[in-house]
């Protein structure tokens, strides 16, 4: 019994540890950030747009993107899930499962929920 109770303190801990380390570093993806940047302006800091994406059920909503420019999507653990061409519709996700994603098209990336 007593084992039992520090395995699961242990765990406890670990995931404590975890979650606080994931907070410090989701500074990277954080949305607020990006909405807040995406909000104030548009453009880089050599006035290029920068495309934003949004997710609306299974359909990925893409505004500021040129036709062409090829869209990957990673899952969280970094596996590329989907690849995809911009040809100015929106994109469907409907063979992704819900969890968190990294969007990526050309040198711009946002992080996005299903």
Do not use: H, W
Not at 57 to 65: D, E, I
């Amino acid at each position: 019994m007593p084992m039992r109770k520090f395995t699961l303190i242990l765990t406890f801990l670990l995931c404590g540890l975890t979650a606080i380390q994931s907070q410090k570093n989701s500074t990277l993806f954080d949305k607020n950030t990006t909405e807040t940047n995406n909000t104030q302006s548009n453009k880089t800091s050599d006035n290029e747009i920068v495309p934003k994406f949004s997710i609306s059920g299974k359909t990925l909503n893409v505004t500021n993107l040129e036709i062409g420019v090829q869209i990957d999507i990673y899952s969280a653990l970094g596996a590329k899930v989907l690849t995809v061409v911009y040809n100015g519709t929106n994109i469907s996700l409907v063979n992704l499962n819900k969890g968190i994603y990294i969007v990526r098209a050309g040198k711009f990336t946002q992080k996005i929920m299903l």
